[in-house]
């Protein structure tokens, strides 16, 4: 239903600040992880935590990373959707298998369904 009335809502001109919507249920209705490149780990930086990780192959989204190695970070509907997880990205790029609901602002990441794409530095 959210696929069909979030589109709706915005072509009937109601801003995307304006949509707040929720998702409940098990985490399949997330998109799926982009597949891990081949090659060596990416590092992945948490500037507030003052640490710095090696992404492995068997990580799937930035979110489970970081509560995996004990960083603080909000989150809420873990699929894309509410923003909560929305992260200062300092840099490198990270990837969404399939684009978020939630507009991510610029210079920002969604932890809960992003994906690193290079070395990233993050506000966490
Ligand atoms: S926890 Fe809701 S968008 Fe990431």
């Not at 989204?61 to 190695?69: G, I, P, Q, V, Y």
């Not at 690193?116 to 993050?122: D, H, M, S, V």
Request: charged letters at 15%.
């Amino acid at each position: 239903m959210m696929k069909a009335l979030i589109p709706a809502l915005r072509g009937w001109g109601v801003a995307g600040s304006d949509i707040h919507h929720e998702s409940f249920g098990p985490q399949t209705s997330a998109p799926s992880p982009m597949p891990a490149a081949p090659g060596p780990a990416l590092a992945i930086g948490f500037r507030w935590s003052g640490r710095t990780l090696d992404w492995l192959a068997q990580d799937t989204n930035l979110l489970d990373f970081a509560e995996r190695h004990l960083i603080a970070v909000d989150a809420g509907c873990r699929s894309g959707g509410c923003g909560t997880c929305e992260t200062r990205l300092i840099s490198g790029r990270v990837v969404y298998a399939t684009k978020p609901d939630h507009d991510i602002a610029p210079g920002f990441c969604l932890l809960c369904v992003g994906t690193p794409a290079t070395n990233l530095e993050l506000d966490a």
